[in-house]
């Protein structure tokens, strides 16, 4: 994994202020900033290349998302806050959901959208440069088909299936199309994590990485139409449709591919009575994954569902210490994330504890900043810039992680990765494609 958005992170936040204050309105504490950067953006003497950046970006695409629920909406906000493309047109099946997203959008952005009649007509728009699929987990495949025949750069939201088979066709539609697809995993653009690779990886501060913890605490899962997010058939299950975000980190700093997959887990506290037109819920809220790679690192991760807040961590280990990176946001207190690394190197070597973070309105526009990031990562590859993008082939690949996890929670056993790859028939696919 490449730590490219590292760097322009960093340089990018100083343009916020210039692109919010011609798109955004925001709280009364930023307004004193946000005129400092409307004025200085204004003054004549401002080169246009700007070494600090006070002037905005122009936007040189338009967009349309397909899907205005909660993540459709927290890209609206995000790729209008970035202000390299802005939102030309949203299409969804649900009146209210478009309702929603087109009321949100006009609390921060004057431009008009287009209401799409079809999601034929929202892909083949000839004024829109790229479409994002934000629809319910198990549409992806099919609206992606649709989307394909435009032509034009794509973004699939996590999980980018709800089945192998369908994963395994997103790879091969991937490798033969025209222009990109970028799959939805941002967490690897939290802060947190992006320093932990940096110091693991690059910086190689831990010699060689040898076992690798994770876990996330949190709440249930939010509501959703129809609560499609209930359910296995339509989520894809639980570690598909939340945790393919932790495998994909796990994966990245294995630096391997998964060899065998343990999970014990289940449905302990979450929906246990719940019903939706007639049906039961069965999505699990707990589970513990061991993974073994084939270069000998070892990974576990915990997942629990019925907490009052929020927490992650991940815990690497290698030849000369150990680093731990955190993420901590009160929701119930309605405290601000709060994201650290720790690293820990012996007597020896230095260790050290490093808080991080994005700028504030960065951070608050979606998944504390990462989101951000990821459409930056984006648009990067539209302009033909090396960019650090999750492929669908590393979206499959943590897909297969946790679908063996699934297997393994139902049946108790180990799962042998080789064997599920046998039975999903995806040799040949995998074979020809190494990343």
């Given amino acids: 994994m490449g730590c490219s958005h590292l760097a322009s992170s960093r340089a990018n936040s100083f343009a916020l202020g210039a692109t919010l204050s011609s798109e955004i309105t925001m709280s009364k504490s930023s307004q004193p900033r946000l005129r400092f950067f409307a004025q200085a953006s204004s003054q004549r003497h401002i080169p246009t290349q700007d070494q600090y950046l006070y002037r905005a970006p122009e936007a040189k695409f338009k967009i349309a998302i397909i899907g205005t629920g909660t993540i459709g909406q927290e890209h609206m906000r995000v790729a209008t806050l970035l202000g390299r493309a802005h939102v030309h047109g949203i299409y969804d099946l649900e009146q209210h959901s478009l309702d929603a997203a087109q009321a949100e959008y006009s609390t921060y952005s004057a431009r008009a959208l287009i209401r799409y009649k079809s999601l034929t007509q929202a892909c083949e728009d000839p004024e829109v440069d790229a479409l994002f699929i934000c629809t319910p987990n198990f549409t992806h495949f099919e609206v992606l088909k649709t ?21 395994a ?5 991937a490798n033969e199309y025209s222009s990109f697809i970028q799959i939805g995993l941002q967490y690897r653009y939290k802060a947190q994590y992006v320093e932990a690779f940096h110091e ?18 949190r709440p249930p899962f939010l509501d959703k139409v129809k609560q499609w997010n209930k359910f296995n058939e339509y989520s894809g299950g639980t570690l598909v449709e939340k945790c393919c975000h932790y495998f994909d980190l796990i994966n990245l700093m294995a630096q391997a591919n998964p060899k065998r997959v343990f999970a014990s887990g289940g449905q302990a506290v979450n929906f246990v009575d719940f019903e939706h037109e007639g049906r039961r819920a069965d999505i699990d809220d707990h589970a513990f994954v061991i993974i073994d790679y084939e270069n000998g690192v070892r990974a576990n991760f915990t997942l629990n569902m019925f907490c009052p807040d929020f927490v992650e961590e991940m815990v690497v280990t290698g030849e000369f210490g150990r680093l731990l990176a955190t993420e901590r946001f009160d929701f119930h207190q309605q405290q601000a994330a709060t994201a650290s690394i720790s690293l820990e190197l012996g007597e020896n070597g230095a260790s050290r504890t490093t808080t991080l973070g994005y700028p504030r309105v960065v951070e608050q526009s979606g998944h504390h900043g990462a989101t951000y990031f990821e459409h930056q990562a984006f648009f990067d590859q539209l302009e033909g810039k090396t960019a650090d993008c999750a492929t669908p082939l590393q979206g499959m690949w943590a897909m297969i992680v946790a679908s063996a996890a699934q297997e393994s929670m139902r049946s108790g056993q180990p799962v042998a990765i080789s064997e599920l790859i046998a039975r999903e028939k995806l040799a040949r696919l995998l074979a020809g494609n190494q990343e």
């Fill in 147 to 167: 989307a394909v025949h435009s032509g034009k750069p794509i973004f699939v939201e996590k999980p980018m299936a709800t089945t192998l088979a369908d994963a």
């Fill in 169 to 173: 066709a997103i790879v091969q539609i």
């Fill in 200 to 217: 693991a990886l690059e910086r190689v501060s831990l010699g060689k990485v040898k076992t690798i913890s994770m876990c996330e605490y």
